[in-house]
């Protein structure tokens, strides 16, 4: 946690709090259009086999969101072990001219995505080492949040709820800890809906919200995409000015007491 | 000879053949790609020296939308 205007990643200051996916869209105009409604400066991407018998001169996401205007975060969504992880960010690094900054996700399970905590610690260990900046997509779990950051991780990011679900923060109790233990960003990853989550992961003391289904999969994905940039703008203004304390009831009301009309 | 690109069997007429030769015989000079061959990645620089022989395993990435 950390009360810094600007989000500071592996040394490097963001004015916006809110990171974006790039898929899910029904096409690049309609990716560009919604991140630039978010604000967005890091967008994630993911490292696929290329299409070989693709026409030449096929629109790619790289010319809708040019690398030099972006900070691009790619993943290892799909990947289901360390090994897998770590060959596909090496390929990315070469894929982006040396670029070091990656989102680290291995998962345990096709039906639900839930994250394993045991290759992504393992996948941690070997990218810190080769010098890469690893932001790490986890489990709500204290503990695991730790120690990937004792390995060097340079931004924790556990999930609200399961990926894709939109079933908002399922346990503010957990992230609050997480992010009381931290002295590295925690972020919000995965299972936001709506921006009233966002804006909720903000108030709990949260770096930063990325998302990608809560934009791309609303109704209106550019609408949303603005929603969430003014929430997470909302949430943070709102953890730092610091909310009054909850009581059940209050004996002082906002109006003055003396000065009533009376009868009689 | 036969190069395995992205797990699929692909023949060519040619005997000796460098990555950049490939490149431009997939039609995929204009994209933004990475390379693995046999496991190992081949950085860009190198791809007009790197020769590739019958049987070769590559890998080729690009970077496409995702979350």
């Known amino acids: 946690m950390s009360k810094n205007k600007q989000l500071n990643i592996a040394g490097k200051d963001y004015h916006s709090r809110l990171l974006v996916g790039t898929g899910k869209y029904k096409d690049f105009a309609e990716t560009r259009a919604a991140i630039d409604a978010s604000g967005a400066q890091i967008i994630t991407v993911a490292i696929r086999r290329t299409n070989i018998g ?17 900070t691009y975060l790619p993943n290892t969504a799909g990947c289901y072990s360390a090994d897998d992880a770590v060959r596909t960010l090496r390929l990315a690094r070469e894929l982006l001219d040396g670029h070091n900054l990656v989102k680290l996700e291995v998962l345990g399970d096709p039906r639900t995505l839930y994250p394993n905590v045991i290759e992504t ?30 390995i060097g991780c340079c931004a924790v990011m556990p999930l609200a709820s399961l990926i ?31 921006a009233g ?17 809560a934009i791309a999969s609303a109704s209106d994905p550019i609408m949303m995409a603005g929603a969430m940039r003014k929430a997470i703008e909302a949430g943070r203004e709102s953890f730092l000015a610091g909310r009054m304390p909850k009581k059940l009831y209050s004996a002082s009301p906002s109006s003055p007491t003396s000065g009533l009309i009376t009868s009689g | 000879m036969i190069i395995f690109i992205n797990g699929n069997v692909k023949q060519f007429d040619n005997e000796k053949m460098t990555i950049s030769a490939l490149v431009v015989t997939l039609n995929l000079t204009e994209k933004r790609l990475a390379i693995e061959k046999n496991g190992e990645i081949v950085p860009r620089s190198q791809f007009s020296e790197a020769k590739l022989q019958d049987g070769d395993k590559l890998e080729i990435v690009g970077a496409v939308g995702g979350g």
Do not use: H, R
């Open chain 1, 197 to 213: 989550d966002a804006a909720i992961a903000m108030e709990l003391g949260c770096d930063g919200v990325l998302m990608n289904t």
């Open chain 1, 164 to 194: 894709g679900s939109g079933m908002g923060i399922l346990n503010p109790w957990n992230l609050q800890i997480i992010i009381e233990n931290a002295k590295i960003p925690v972020l919000v990853d995965a299972g936001v809906g709506c």
């Open chain 1, 54 to 70: 693709q026409t030449a001169g096929e629109p790619s996401l790289l010319e809708f969101l040019p690398p030099e205007e972006f």
């Open chain 1, 121 to 150: 610690i393992a996948a941690a260990k070997v990218l810190v080492k080769d010098g890469f900046d690893v932001m790490v997509y986890t489990s709500d779990d204290p503990i695991i949040a730790k120690q990937l950051e004792d």
